[in-house]
């Protein structure tokens, strides 16, 4: 017997134009190897949309400034790795900075 799970989502539109994100699952209730039922499950996830939505709106326009700045911008993890490093810092920096972007800087530069 193979168990079959449904997953969904999708935005419906209501009679008064109204739109929202619903999101379901369903599965298969079986006795022994006879199907007897289905669970159905709804959910509104307009508000966990909407969170998405306004992430990326500022996800995009942070992009957007790093990217835009004239001047260099380098992100660097506890462990010293270079994890972003914008536009004009590749090309403000010499050609060893940029070619260790996911390298460490202390093996980059032998500290």
Known sequence: MEDRYLHYSFNPIFEDGRETSIDDSGAPIFEGDELRGIVLVFRNIEERRAAERE?????????????????????????????????????HADDRLSVLKGTGFREGYGL
């Open 55 to 91: 992430n990326k709106r500022i996800t995009d326009q942070l992009s957007q400034v790093l990217n835009a700045t004239t001047d260099a911008i380098i992100s660097i993890d506890r462990n010293w790795v270079m994890t972003y490093l914008n536009p004009s810092g590749v090309s």
